[in-house]
T-cell receptor
C-alpha cells in the first residue's frame, strides 16, 4: 500500500493566501524530493532535501525535512495563479531503492 | 538537451489487446523508470531499468513488462489489457546514480474500451 501520504488532498486558496502541504512516511526516508505537476502536464522536479531538519527556500517556496526524516512540508507564501497544480513529495522508504511518490496535493488558486 | 520523449502520446485499445509504449531518455541518462498515473491511485511505480537490466520493480501483475536497449531507450508492454489499465503512463529518466531527480516525459494516455 501507499507508504507516503500527503495532506491535504485538495486545497483551494484565494490569490495572496499562503499554502502548505505535508508529506508523511511510515518509515525513514534517505532523502525527500518535491515535484510539481501542472494540469495536463508532467511532474517537474523542484528540490531535494537530504539532511535531518534541513530547510531550503526557492523564492516564495519553503521546503522542510523533519528531524526524524519521516516527514516534510512545502509552504508557499502569497500564492499566485502560476502556483496551480499538484505537488508531490517522493522518497525511498526504509532506505530502499524504489522511489515512492506521495498521494499529492492539488492546489487551486482563485483570483 | 532534448527532454524525455514518449510515443505515442495517445492510444486507444480494447480489452484483451496488448500495447507497447516507448520512451527515449535524456542523452546520457542510463536509468529509465515507468509510472502509472490514475486519478484514484496517484503515481504508482512500475519498474526501473538501468544498463539494460531491471533494477527495481513495483507491485504490478506480470502483464506489465519492460525492457531497455543498449542506447538506454526503453519500452513498456502491457498484455491482455483490462479496463483498469486506462491511465497516463509516464516515463522518467535520470543519470542513474543514487538520489538523482527524475526527468519526466509528457506521458502516453492509454484508454481501454
Amino acid at each position: 500500500g501507499q507508504q507516503v501520504m500527503q495532506i491535504p488532498q485538495y486545497q483551494h486558496v484565494q490569490e495572496g493566501e499562503d499554502f502548505t502541504t505535508y508529506c508523511n512516511s511510515s518509515t525513514t526516508l534517505s532523502n525527500i524530493q518535491w515535484y510539481k505537476q501542472r494540469p495536463g502536464g508532467h511532474p517537474v522536479f523542484l528540490i531535494q532535501l537530504v539532511k535531518s531538519g534541513e530547510v531550503k527556500k526557492q523564492k516564495r517556496l519553503t521546503f522542510q525535512f523533519g528531524e526524524a526524516k519521516k516527514n516534510s512540508s512545502l509552504h508557499i507564501t502569497a500564492t499566485q495563479t502560476t502556483d496551480v497544480g499538484t505537488y508531490f513529495c517522493a522518497g525511498r522508504p526504509g532506505g530502499g531503492n524504489k522511489l515512492t511518490f506521495g498521494t499529492g496535493t492539488q492546489l487551486k488558486v482563485e483570483l | 538537451k532534448a527532454g524525455v520523449t514518449q510515443t505515442p502520446r495517445y492510444l486507444i485499445k480494447t480489452r484483451g489487446q496488448q500495447v507497447t509504449l516507448s520512451c527515449s531518455p535524456i542523452s546520457g541518462h542510463r536509468s529509465v523508470s515507468w509510472y502509472q498515473q490514475t486519478p484514484g491511485q496517484g503515481l504508482q511505480f512500475l519498474f526501473e531499468y538501468f544498463s539494460e537490466t531491471q533494477r527495481n520493480k513495483g507491485n504490478f501483475p506480470g502483464r506489465f513488462s519492460g525492457r531497455q536497449f543498449s542506447n538506454s531507450r526503453s519500452e513498456m508492454n502491457v498484455s491482455t489489457l483490462e479496463l483498469g489499465d486506462s491511465a497516463l503512463y509516464l516515463c522518467a529518466s535520470s543519470p542513474g546514480t543514487a538520489n538523482q531527480p527524475q526527468h519526466f516525459g509528457d506521458g502516453t494516455r492509454l484508454s481501454i474500451l
